[in-house]
């Protein structure tokens, strides 16, 4: 049972676009989410998480929107660059419970020159 | 302050053979978590330790066991390995495993023939 789906395994866009990633989830217990970058060969990097009582934070290019009510969220990247180009794992964990993170299976991200 | 470190990065057995994975948390992190990523099925979580004690675990069978030392080092083994234990294995670290950022190592590759 796959508790948080990223239905795209590809995505591309052109450097300067906006790219979305989506991800989607079903446990409604899930009240803190993150988003992980992650290059070949590279374990995954953290890049912007929410929490639940937001629907929206921003960290410079990167922002991510929880919509709780459609249990969905996504992550902008403005302007994308080719250097953004990596595997993108959204994540989903409950509050107050030990380190037990759910990933998505991942979207990859191609930022074309 | 140096990185997650995990040996070996690569390895290859056969079926049937067991196999030990080491990781090395960031200095001062308590908190090792394990995670299996495979292409489909993303990251998928083993277990978590923390002052060598296993706190979470995932669903995964009892071929897969870990441990964790006084110094926070963690080893996760697995006995009698199926071909479809090939996988990249990953461990995180961070500091109670409550709440803040995972620290991912590069990984170990492990290929099963």
């Known amino acids: 049972d796959q508790q948080v789906k990223q239905n795209s395994p590809s995505l591309s866009v052109q450097e300067g676009r906006i790219s979305i990633l989506n991800c989607d989830y079903t446990n409604s217990m899930f009240d803190y989410f993150l988003w992980y970058k992650k290059y070949p060969a590279e374990g995954p990097t953290f890049l912007i998480s929410?929490?639940?009582?937001?629907d929206k934070n921003e960290d410079g290019r990167f922002t991510v929107f929880l919509n709780k009510s459609a249990k969905h969220l996504s992550l902008h990247i403005v302007p994308s660059q080719p250097g953004d180009s990596a595997v993108y794992f959204c994540?989903?964990?409950?509050?107050?419970?030990?380190?037990?993170?759910?990933f998505g299976t991942g979207t990859k991200l191609q930022v074309i020159p | 302050k140096a990185g997650v470190t995990q040996t070996p990065r690569y390895l290859i057995k056969t079926r049937g053979q067991q196999v030990t994975l080491s990781c090395s948390p960031i200095?001062?992190?308590?908190?090792v978590s394990w995670y299996q990523q495979t292409p489909g099925q993303g990251l998928q979580f083993l277990f978590e330790?923390?002052?060598?004690?296993?706190?979470n675990k995932g669903n995964f069978p009892g071929r897969f066991s870990g441990r964790q030392f006084s110094n926070s080092r963690s080893e996760m083994n697995v006995s009698t390995l199926e071909l479809g234990d090939s996988a990249l294995y990953l461990c995180a670290s961070s500091l109670d495993g409550v709440g803040e950022t995972q620290y991912f190592g590069p990984g170990t590759r492990l290929l099963v023939l």
């Open positions: 200095s001062g992190h308590r908190s």
């Open positions: 929410i929490s639940s009582i937001k």
């Open positions: 330790y923390f002052s060598e004690t296993q706190r």
């Open positions: 994540a989903a964990r409950i509050s107050g419970g030990y380190q037990k993170v759910t």
